[in-house]
């Protein structure tokens, strides 16, 4: 198998994987699932904590890495299992390392559908895109993570696609995901209770205008430049000019 095979064969392994679990893992990775082994899981956990956290730390990871349903679910059982604190430490880091290697193995595997000048990739659609996370990567990534209307799996493969820089995506994811790992933990934290009512988590909170007035907030400071630099009341960054005569 060539370079270019296997790049291919990449990206269809990460296909054929998330559709797998879309289909199989749905039921496994739910709520109800939780409440109705919560007693064992916690059992587990408090005769194996070191171990506990490892397999939870993979187990998420892997759910990012192939974007299997239930990273909201895995979020919150963080916060259940392992309290607020210690429960978003690892659920940012296994979200972030998830996303991370997601975007490498997309990177790695799209380069084998950028010899065809005539597919998508290469539309203009597509480079006025790249063009735009070139010139605002910081703005636009931090606007992706904190906005909880993008999915998460959309906001790792597409940075790949349009070639963000590596750290750039890793730092930005991880300080992007904190407000609503706050939240999700949060919820976790009280969850066994929400159980005993025989209820199940409810993410309103997320939406709620305590929480999201000051992302969005945060969102409009980010966004605001480049909307001034198209405006021109800006000028317009060395990067934008470049395009512009491109």
């Known amino acids: 198998m060539n370079k270019l095979d296997l790049r291919k064969a990449v990206i269809i392994l990460l296909l054929i994987i998330a559709a797998f679990g879309l289909i199989f893992f749905s039921e496994w990775i739910s709520f109800e699932a939780l409440k109705e082994n919560r007693a064992e899981i916690s059992e587990f956990r408090d005769k194996n ?10 187990f998420y990871v892997i759910l990012v890495v192939f974007s299997l349903p239930g990273a909201a679910v895995a979020s919150v059982s ?3 299992l392992f309290g607020l604190g ?13 996303a991370a290697l997601l975007f490498l193995l997309v990177r790695y595997g799209i380069k084998s559908f950028k010899y065809n000048k005539s597919n998508t ?15 605002n990567q910081i703005s636009i990534m931090l606007t992706l993570r904190l906005v909880p209307v993008v999915p998460f799996f959309l906001a790792n493969i597409l940075p790949a696609l349009v070639g ?28 066994g209770e929400v159980f005993d009512r025989n209820e199940y988590p409810n993410f309103e909170l997320l939406f709620s205008p305590v929480i999201l007035g000051p992302i969005l907030g945060l969102v409009a400071l980010l966004i605001l ?11 317009k960054t060395i990067t934008e000019r470049g395009n512009e005569k491109n």
Do not use: C, D, E
């Open 49 to 58: 904590f070191t171990l506990s956290i490892v397999i939870f730390w993979v």
């Open 86 to 98: 210690a429960g978003l430490l690892i659920n940012i880091t296994a979200a972030s390392t998830g």
């Open 225 to 235: 430049p480049m909307i001034l630099r198209r405006s021109g009341i800006m000028p």
């Open 78 to 80: 963080g916060g259940f």
């Open 121 to 135: 990739l290469n539309s203009n659609f597509v480079i006025q895109i790249k063009n735009a996370l070139v010139t």
């Open 164 to 191: 963000v820089r590596l750290f750039n995506f890793i730092w930005t994811t991880i300080i992007g995901i904190i407000p609503g790992g706050i939240v999700f933990t949060w919820i976790g934290v009280g969850v």
